[in-house]
């Protein structure tokens, strides 16, 4: 099983199949969690956190960057084991207490993650009863560190930054590896890009988001995906795809974004036609109809 790895000296990063988590804190001391992978991955954290801090060692808190399934997937369960509060943007409640349900992915916009996103859960979450506000000024195991609001991807997307040692956990807002490419997403490369393409419903605060997080000049980034980086020229390089980061050519979120409110979705744009569904359908009945009639069964005579 994978350990945790240092990316500074008291914040651990563990990639979790293509998704990543935090852990924020000193062994023998306070610490917390940030994000917590796919649904059913508890034990895999679990047993990561006992390796670097101790058997029965808890965290303060659990944060969550946002709520897609991919970063609150384990989050009540662990809630449970540990006893601790989950902490999210007041923007994101609806979505993590079951109220709502996130606005739908965009497979349109074409690449490898979009392509798959066709097949990831996009609903909401219950962790009612664990769910708290992030707070204003001081967060529970993690001193010295603030979030920052960084929309776009969700409604209430945030990322957390500590400015003494300039090191970044991004979340969502962009990637170290680039998701629309299958070369990308396979291997891993780190690069720049954007994060969870399809699943961004709003490009004109998600743009500004990525602006606002170029500006703090990071020195060391992590984010949801991809492995971090921590390389003398990250500041400029961040800053570059800052003014050059763009939406894509087409897609449902790109004319206008999804408008939401304290209690989710208000208004959709309407859905582009997406051939893929029916190509696939397509695909199935001309199978079947092979099936029927014998062909299949006779070519492999042949």
């Known amino acids: ?24 804190g000193q062994p023998g001391g306070t610490w917390a969690l940030i994000d917590t992978g796919l649904p059913g991955r508890a034990g895999q954290i679990l047993h990561a956190a006992e390796a670097r801090f101790g058997a029965g060692s808890r965290p303060e808190a659990i944060y969550l960057t946002h709520g897609h399934f ?7 369960q662990l809630a449970e084991k540990w006893d601790v509060p989950i902490y999210a943007h007041p923007m994101e409640l609806p979505y993590l207490t079951g109220r709502a349900a996130y606005p739908p992915p965009d497979p349109t916009i074409g690449g490898a993650i979009a392509f798959l996103s066709r097949f990831m859960p ?3 979450a219950d962790l ?36 003494s040692d300039r090191v970044l956990l991004a979340g969502d807002a962009f990637a170290t590896m680039n998701m629309d490419s299958w070369v990308g997403l396979i291997g891993a490369k780190k690069e720049l890009s954007r994060a969870g393409a399809p699943f961004n419903m709003d490009w004109d605060a998600t743009r500004r988001s990525v602006q606002k997080l170029a500006e703090l000049r990071p020195n060391v980034v992590g984010c949801g995906h991809g492995v971090p980086m921590d390389d003398d020229e990250l500041p400029e390089r961040l800053q570059r795809f800052a003014r050059g980061f763009s939406a894509p050519r087409h897609g449902r979120y790109v004319p206008a974004p999804a408008q939401v409110d304290e209690n989710g979705v208000v208004s959709l744009p309407t859905a582009p036609f997406d051939p893929v569904p029916l190509a696939t359908a397509g695909a199935l009945l001309m199978v079947g109809i092979a099936l029927g009639s014998g062909y299949v069964e006779n070519r492999l005579r042949d």
Do not use: Q
């Open 122 to 124: 996009s609903g909401a």
């Open 70 to 76: 991919d970063h609150r997937g384990s989050a009540r």
């Open 1 to 24: 099983m994978k350990a945790i790895e240092r990316i500074a000296p008291d914040v651990g990063w563990l990639p979790i199949s293509f998704v990543n988590a935090y852990f924020l």
């Open 128 to 163: 009612e009863g664990w769910l708290r506000v992030l707070p204003e000024d001081e967060l529970p195991g993690l001193p010295g560190w603030r979030w920052t609001e960084t929309p776009g991807h969700s409604p209430g997307h945030v990322s957390f930054y500590r400015s």
